[in-house]
């Protein structure tokens, strides 16, 4: 009997290192999207010098894949916000879902994650897509003294954001 507690207090420990998981993830994102919409001026002017690629050095053979236009800025850092916004309310969703099965059979757990699953899942792609590949390798952000800083910080999040996803799609064990 001692051994089915065991198992039993170990699978309720692994869900409550899913949920404090995923908050925390959660909370990260919803901190950076906040910023970005409550000082929207200073990333926007980030997104821009990327997509600009005016901190690239002079005679670059990648300089024609600048797009100069403000509206375009405008554009791909309000689709940042979006995602970002959007990456919060699923894993919120997702966090919700999780700590009201967390006493629930296995599946039922199992189905509650799916939200946060989704939302890690996106917020990978966004810096390891978006951030680390189109902005580091296409627009040549690891060229730039201020992109170059950026680029470990996107690889950072994408990596812990990509643990997570790992850790929590792992199969849970039935409770009772």
């Not at 065991?6 to 908050?23: E, P, S, T």
């Not at 300089?63 to 919120?92: K, V």
């Not at 390891?128 to 996107?154: N, Y």
């Amino acid at each position: 009997m001692s051994v089915l507690y065991g198992l039993q207090g170990f699978c309720v420990v692994v869900r409550l290192a899913k949920i404090g998981c995923v908050g925390a993830v959660a909370l990260f994102i919803a901190l950076v999207a906040f910023g970005n919409v409550t000082d929207y001026g200073t990333n926007f002017a980030y997104v821009a010098h990327v997509l600009d690629m005016d901190g690239i050095p002079g005679g670059s053979m990648i300089g024609w894949r600048a797009l100069a236009s403000p509206a375009l800025h405008h554009a791909a850092y309000l689709a940042i916000i979006a995602t970002e916004i959007a990456i919060t309310a699923l894993m919120g969703v997702g966090l919700l879902s999780m700590i009201g099965a967390r006493k629930a059979e296995g599946q039922a757990f199992a189905r509650a994650k799916g939200p946060a699953i989704i939302g890690l899942a996106l917020g990978f792609l966004l810096f390891e897509g978006g951030f680390v590949a189109i902005g580091g390798e296409w627009f040549g952000m690891w060229r730039s003294p201020l992109g170059a800083e950026a680029l470990p910080s996107a690889f950072r999040i994408a990596i812990t954001m990509l643990g997570v996803l790992i850790f929590i799609a792992m199969r849970d064990e039935d409770l009772g």
